[in-house]
């Protein structure tokens, strides 16, 4: 079961090396503090490592998987009975969902869209658990939703048209 | 709202945009605004991030999940998951037209439901398991897992809609099915057992076959395999399923072959199945062919040079011995490799399979290899291999001297990483390997030589010194794969000398040079003036115990150098097989790994954690010793005195008597209780403020400050009293106490009026021989329901031919008045003609009603 997933930005905007957090999900119920002290302890952990060393890190009993994409470090705190090597599958799969919705992601992205990334991690994910492993199904599924969106919107901005120009 | 807060260049500034923000959306909310709630939603969760409390938004995302519109049940889910956890009590409208609201609430739901909410909501989500839309159904099964996992005694309602998932040709919906069997599994034994049944159990082989034979699918490729998720939820499935039971596992054993050895290895993807694949062959009923081609497989990993392939392999290798050592043990080459690789996570995890890996025939080439690592270690990791090398070489030396070498190297390279029990040991080994103490001291002094610094180096050296040091001198007992070496008195003296003034020396290490010197002088009457110099410098030391020290062991060297010989007599050799008893009862044996799983292993690898030094400084807090308890056995048997026969430590050596009894004897005068067995403790028990380790091993040398005062002051106050009257009537006869051709001792009774338990008795001596008996010194010694108390004897010299006596009055309480009688040992010495005469004896002929 995963625990935990955040993704952390390597070297924060005025350069220091305090990482900057772009994303977090948490699977299980942690407090306001335990949150922020668990980011703080794993990035000093993850953010120091060298690049050649493996992908793995154990931490407090939990194994944590990281991956490093560009500046963007993607790290998952998983149980002793996971297995590894599928996780930094699953990481993979999340950023390669990402790269085709948003075309070619960037961290920006990230940041200005963090709601559509958080969108489709929940349809990768729920409650720690893998939940769809074809990538065209979770894009159908987030565009079916998207549109349902538009349309309400287009809808909602119609009717306040015609209120608009109906109380002029 | 995001740019103008990724403009701001400093924290302050940034903090002044986000009030300005929350001002606005708190105003929004105050109003009740329709039309920006969702955009207001955003900008907060945005906020949130950042890590600004925002707590006043919470109502507005209830708010949001209960309106109308898909876009704010969105945005207000989103916020519901993010900013809330489970604490908080929500509405789920999971019974809603639209699927994908479905789909949010179930999401939601997932993630963050409490155990009141699960129990609520089970029946719909178990509906829902049937769902039209795989959508739904995939959702609701992750539901069903956190549901079950918040309440286990659902998890029977749901086993047969998870059974039905099973069939499911969507992968997504068969995937988070497998995942909600296992979890029912893992939770109901019930469950397994209906999941075991061939029906089922034969159709989740036939699914595995499928993928794993399936043409390309690029809906569901990865590095050019179908569905590598699918592989390993199925592979742990099986794992659960198979584990324990054997029928089951045999059904496996065909596609479990086939995936081994059809599974391209060169992608990330393709090792994730393998991995899983050989965790779930190690897991389930053995199979010996499965088990060797699991093993293969590891020894790969290990050779590839991708550093996560190594890491996984290195923890399989650790759960595969237990299963197979032998296997493991062939690749034993490689994993030594590891321990020496660049990536810390690897090194440890492969010290740790060494360090499983050991046995009596690998242990001298892995020792080499592991001490020649030491050496260029870096600082974090040095600890670790210390421990472990220790522990092994204990564990596994097939010779003292091989053992001695070894812990010689490890001191001088890593001293300062070696905990403390561990050069105790070493010292207690030393001890019993009579015949390597020449061989010992003269390789200490040459390591000393090099290696000052590492502080438990030098402990060790100093107490062989000390201890050995005429050998050293006299090179004595030489081995032939020795170089000669000559090493003077002085260069001796030298060695302590350097250990007391170095400037890392702590307390300890100059306690125990004290001690050393001490003994040094003794052994070797030359250098006694230069000695006393040393001592005396630490006579004004600001740390009690050496100021202690210091004082009391010039004053024996000053003054009585008549009995220092015997004080610092060479010790009895330190029983082992009590030492290791106690230290192995005292420590928790537990083997942990990093996966969690605690091994029994068959060779009897226990690690241990760090022996509490508490433990051996009980034994210095223990006044009333009971014979069972192992601690002040060993320290009973320590000092050879007469284990009462309910004791638990058979076949205990009985050291040499000499030494010890002088210091029973020593101790029993003037010092109330004195107690025959528990005189040990009594030394320890006065150097209570002394609690560095040393103190156990040293303790033989008389630094308790009571005991020691007040026998220098016996020692020192040979001045002649006149005997005490007593004029209570002699109610009771006298008896002659002890006899020998030279000397008689009588004894007179008499009680002090009111207390029945005290008897004063007179002892008188007297010499029959024709010569004068000089520095006359009577000792007596009591068990323990008996106090004693000595005056100070008339005189020390007792002249020739009975033409005079010296009497001493003494005192003694029986605490078991009425029920035994008195008994004493005593122990007279005085010289004659400058010769030292000593005369021991027993005294069983007290009246009986005493």
Known sequence: MIYALFADMAVADNGSRQGKVRLTKWYSPYTQKERSKVIRELSGVILTRGPKLCNFVEWRGYKVVYKRYASLYFCMCIDQEDNELEILEIIHHYVEILDRYFGSVCELDLIFNFHKAYYILDEILIAGELQESSKKTVARLIAAQDSLVETAKEQASSISNIIAQATK | M?????????????????????????????????????????????????????????????????????????????????????????????????????????????????????????????????????????????????????????????????????????????????????????????????????????????????????????????????????????????????????????????????????????????????????????????????????????????????????????????????????????????????????????????????????????????????????????????????????????????????????????????????????????????????????????????????????????????????????????????????????????????????????????????????????????????????????????????????????????????????????????????????????????????VSTSSGTSLNLPNGVAKPAAAPLVDLLDLSSDDAPVPSSSGNDFLQDLLGVDVSPASVQPGTSQAPKAGTDVLLDLLSIGSPPVQNNSTPSDILSSSQDNKSSVAILDGLSPAPSGGAASMIDLLDGFVPNSPKPEDNGPAYPSIVAFESSSLILTFNFSKPPGNPQTTLIQATFTNLSPNVYTDFVFQAAVPKFLQLHLDPASGNTLPASGNGSITQTLRVTNSQHGKKPLVMRTRIAYKLNNRDVLEEGQINNFPRDL
Request: hydrophobic fraction near 45%.
């Open chain 2, 2 to 590: 995001i740019r103008s807060i990724r403009a701001c260049k400093t924290a302050a500034e940034e903090r002044a945009v986000v009030r300005k923000e929350c001002a606005a959306i708190r105003a929004a909310i105050n109003e009740n605004d329709q039309d920006y709630r969702h955009r207001n939603l955003a900008k907060l969760m945005f906020i949130h991030m950042l890590g600004y409390p925002t707590h006043f938004g919470q109502m507005e995302c209830l708010k949001s999940i209960a309106s109308a519109g898909f876009p704010e049940k969105r945005i207000g889910y989103l916020g519901l998951m993010l900013l809330l956890d489970e604490r908080q009590e929500v509405l789920i409208d999971l019974n809603h037209t639209n699927q994908y609201i479905v789909g949010l609430a179930l999401c939601a739901l997932g993630n963050i439901c409490s155990a009141e909410m699960a129990r609520d909501l089970a029946p719909e989500v178990e509906r829902l398991l049937q769902f039209r839309d795989p959508n739904i159904r995939k959702k609701a099964a992750l539901c069903s897992i956190r549901i079950i996992k918040k309440v286990p005694d659902l998890a029977e309602n749901f086993i047969n809609p998870a059974a039905a998932l099973l069939k499911e040709k969507h992968h997504g919906v068969l995937i988070t099915g497998i995942q909600l069997v296992t979890d029912i599994c893992k939770v109901s034994t019930e469950a397994l057992e209906f999941f075991r049944k061939p029906k089922c159990l034969d159709g989740l082989v036939k699914t595995l076959r499928d993928v794993v034979n399936s043409p390309y699918a690029p809906e569901y490729d990865i590095a050019g395999i179908t569905d590598p998720f699918l592989h390993i939820r199925l592979l742990k499935l099986l794992h659960v399923l198979g584990q324990g039971d054997a029928d089951a596992s045999d059904c496996m054993n065909d596609i479990l072959a086939q995936v081994a050895t059809k599974t391209e290895s060169n992608k990330n993807a393709g090792n994730a199945i393998l991995y899983e694949c050989v965790e779930t062959i190690m897991s389930i009923e053995d199979n010996g062919g499965l088990r060797v081609l699991a093993i293969n497989i590891l020894g790969r990993f290990l050779s590839n040079r991708d550093n996560n392939i190594r890491y996984v392999a290195l923890n399989m290798l650790m759960k595969a011995i237990t299963v197979d050592a032998q296997a493991v043990q062939r690749h034993r080459a490689t994993i030594l490799e590891c321990v020496k690789d660049l990536d810390a996570s690897i090194r440890k995890r492969a010290l740790e399979l060494v360090y499983l890996l050991v046995n009596e025939s690998n242990v001298k080439p892995l020792t080499k290899e592991l001490i020649d690592y030491l050496e260029i270690s870096d600082q974090e990791f040095k600890g670790d291999l210390t421990a472990k090398i220790c522990s092994m070489v204990e564990k596994f030396s097939p010779d003292k001297i091989w053992y001695i070498d070894q812990m010689l190297k490890v001191l001088s390279e890593a001293g300062n990483f070696v905990k403390d029990e561990v050069w105790h040991a070493l010292i207690v080994v030393i001890s019993n390997a009579s015949d390597l103490h020449g061989y010992t001291v003269r390789a200490l002094y040459r390591a000393v030589q090099t290696s000052i610094e590492q502080e438990s180096l030098v402990r060790v050296a100093i107490w062989c010194i000390g201890e050995y040091g005429d050998m050293l001198v006299n090179n004595v007992g030489v081995l032939n794969i020795e170089d000669p070496i000559t090493v003077t008195e002085s260069d001796a003296v030298d060695v302590v000398e350097i250990a007391i003034k170095h400037h890392s020396s702590d307390i300890t290490t100059k306690a125990m040079a004290m001690v050393a010197l001490l003994k040094l002088s003794s052994r070797f009457p030359s250098c006694s003036e230069r000695i006393r110099d040393i001592i005396v410098q630490n006579k004004g030391s600001l740390v009690l115990e050496l100021q202690q020290r210091s004082i009391e062991f010039n004053s024996i060297v000053e003054k009585h150098q008549n009995i220092r010989s015997t004080l610092v007599e060479r010790m009895p050799v330190l029983d082992e097989a009590t030492f290791s008893g106690r230290r192995a009862g005292s420590l928790p044996a537990t």
